[in-house]
């Protein structure tokens, strides 16, 4: 592995101690399902700001969601935080790191 590389997963392993690593899995899975080109910084905050104003809704109408608001919105910003590195680094770094099973 190239310095350059190691590096980098130095990086992306900061992310993860950052966020832990629940978090930081479902942020991976996120990132991947709604695409690494769409998390853009204006995207990013239209969508915490459609969570917040959609807890205040749910709030009112007495729902109650499994996962709160603001864990939405921290699983929103480490993807936008993995959006910066390619899709094939993310990968190594998977490869690598991330235990990966059923």
Not at 10 to 25: A, D, P
Not at 26 to 44: F, I, P, Y
Not at 73 to 92: D, G, H
Request: negative net charge; aromatic residues 8%.
């Amino acid at each position: 592995m190239s310095s350059e590389t190691k590096e980098r997963m130095n990086e992306i392993r900061k992310i993860e101690n950052k966020y832990g690593l629940v978090l930081f899995r479902m942020a991976l899975s996120h990132l991947v399902d709604v695409g690494h080109r769409n998390l853009t910084d204006e995207n990013v905050e239209e969508s915490i700001t459609q969570i917040m104003e959609q807890e205040k809704e749910d709030v009112i109408n007495g729902k109650i969601s499994i996962i709160t608001p603001e864990f939405q919105c921290n699983i929103l910003r480490c993807s936008a935080e993995l959006a910066m590195f390619s899709i094939w680094t993310l990968f190594a770094y998977i490869k690598k790191y991330v235990e990966v099973g059923l």
